[in-house]
């Protein structure tokens, strides 16, 4: 079987899904994503900002199960994540945007503060993708990019929008 460079683009997304690195995505890859970024912007865990945190990544990772565990296991291993969740997901980039969305936007109240527009800088938005597994020499330059209208600042539309341009990969 030949592999497509698009696969292998997508096979390197499940890595970052994978956050604890064990070879299948389950709830604790979500929690412990939701516990490291609590830790790195000092918010505890009982607060509204950490409850809403904890109840995105619940959410984010019950969206993924439902479209990627085929066998219902409660992981999704490499092989569910490549042939069940990239092609559906491709096929329907703005459900995926919905299943991110409440994650997403708990860590921007998280990281930002939770004052003004909801907005957060890109100095915060790089430490965040750092706590998630980003390289650190490419966490600024990848939360600039994210930065699409050059404010300097990165909101709700601008992230949940790259995320989902980054998982449902165009082949
Ligand atoms: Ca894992
Ligand atoms: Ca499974």
Avoid: C
């Amino acid at each position: 079987m030949v592999t497509s460079e698009y696969e292998r683009r997508i096979a390197a997304r499940f890595a970052t899904f994978d956050q604890d690195g064990n070879g299948y995505i389950d709830r604790e890859d979500f929690s412990g994503a939701a516990k490291a970024l609590l830790a790195e912007f000092d918010t505890r865990a009982r607060s509204d900002k950490g409850q809403a945190l904890y109840g995105g990544a619940e959410a984010f990772w019950q969206g993924m199960a439902g479209i990627a565990d085929r066998d219902g296991d409660q992981r999704i291993t490499r092989e569910e994540f490549v042939n069940g969740a990239v092609k559906r997901l491709r096929d329907t980039p703005d459900r995926f945007a919905e299943i991110a969305r409440p994650f997403l936007h708990a860590v921007l109240a998280v990281a930002g503060g939770g004052d003004g527009d909801g907005a957060v800088g890109v100095e915060e938005t790089a430490r965040a993708l750092k706590v998630l597994g980003v390289p650190e020499e490419l966490a600024g330059s990848a939360a600039a990019a994210l930065d699409t209208d050059g404010d300097g600042r990165i909101g709700e539309e601008e992230i949940v929008g790259a995320f989902a341009r980054y998982f449902t990969v165009p082949e």
